[in-house]
């Protein structure tokens, strides 16, 4: 198989390529610059230029590819929108696929997405599914909520650095994934035969609300959080000014995406009959305790080696300004 990965330089598409090379796959991934995709290259990939928003760079990329996994998405620091990278590249992504004539093609996308027209990402990432299941390919859908790894920026660091953690009003729980188990079923799909034109949730052990991991963080690392809760309306406020300039686009489609967690519905499913169309035990999923644990651990053994170390160069300073040195 040779497997093109989409967004390989993103959370999730470095986890499915790490996975994918790692389980003996022809990697090759579609980055819009060398220098920032460096790491991908000394793992084995082979990197190819292309850019979504530019259906000419496609075609080339795709040649002699049997396989796609898309994981890309429009960042808030992108010039382009949601609209541009998510809709209209993904749709020049899949009609291209489809005349290279790919075996199958694995598109990651969000749960729950019917429930929330109003939110762009969630609407264009319905309206992405139906277009993928209407144009031919052999297809696996996955639909995902978030990943741990954004819980560290989120709430660990800001714990640890006695700074502020902003939660807005009361949100709903999310089921965190680990990046890594998820790239498991990603890579996964390419082999299963079950999974052929299939939609899947793939999310973590349980649903946590904001207030549970700021709780488990508190715990893990021995600190009170300074929590400061933004009200729902003010966010909006915000959104519809970004909404005015361009730059402010991206920034306003995510901000959209806070009145899915103020909808109080949690963003979970139950993996119980996903797990053996995969073929993957449910033992070896990572919990949040489990990650936060691990993080949690090295971080302050890293603290405790830092203030150590400090602690021996105001020792030998204070030595070296003695006037009371001892002469051999």
């Known amino acids: 198989m040779s497997l093109l990965i989409v967004g390989a330089t993103g959370t ?34 082979e990197l190819v230029r292309g850019d979504l928003c530019d259906p000419a760079t496609l075609p080339p990329a795709l040649e002699g590819v049997t396989h796609v996994i898309d994981a890309a998405t429009a960042r808030v620091t992108d010039s382009l929108g949601v609209r541009q990278v998510d809709w209209e590249g993904k ?25 929330y027209p109003q939110v762009p990402l969630m609407e264009i990432k319905r309206c992405t599914e ?30 640890l650095d006695n700074q502020t953690v902003w939660i807005t009003g009361n949100t709903a729980p ?15 799909a390419l082999s299963v035969p079950e999974t052929e034109n299939q939609t899947f949730p793939v999310v973590g052990t349980r649903a946590w609300s904001a207030e549970e991991i700021v709780a488990l963080c508190e715990r893990l690392s021995g600190r009170t959080a300074k929590i400061t809760r933004t009200p729902l309306g003010l ?43 995969f073929g993957i035990d449910p033992k070896e999923m990572t919990t949040l305790e489990e990650y936060m644990q691990e993080y949690h651990s090295r971080i302050l053994k890293k603290l405790k080696e830092i203030e150590y170390e400090q602690e021996q160069q105001k020792a030998r300073k204070k030595r070296q300004r003695s006037p009371f040195k001892s002469s051999k």
């Open 235 to 277: 966010l909006r406020v915000v959104r519809k000014a970004a909404r005015f300039f361009q730059w402010g686009w991206n920034v306003a489609d995510r901000l959209a995406f806070a009145e899915v967690l103020a909808s109080g519905t949690s963003l979970t499913a139950d993996m119980t009959p996903v797990y053996p169309v």
């Open 91 to 115: 749709v020049a992504l899949i009609q291209a696929a489809k005349e290279a004539g790919v075996e199958r093609f694995v598109f990651c996308s969000i749960i729950n997405n019917r429930d």
């Open 12 to 45: 999730l598409g470095r986890q499915i390529a790490r996975q994918a090379l790692d389980e003996g796959y022809q990697v090759r991934c579609l980055v819009r610059g060398f220098n920032r995709a460096s790491f991908l290259r000394k793992w084995g990939a």
């Open 130 to 159: 139906e277009f993928l299941a209407e144009s031919g390919l052999n297809y696996t859908v996955l639909q995902l909520c978030g990943f741990m790894q954004g819980l560290i920026g989120q709430y660990a660091i800001p714990i």
């Open 174 to 188: 999310v089921a965190y994934a680990n990046s890594q188990d998820v790239a498991k079923f990603a890579v996964r």
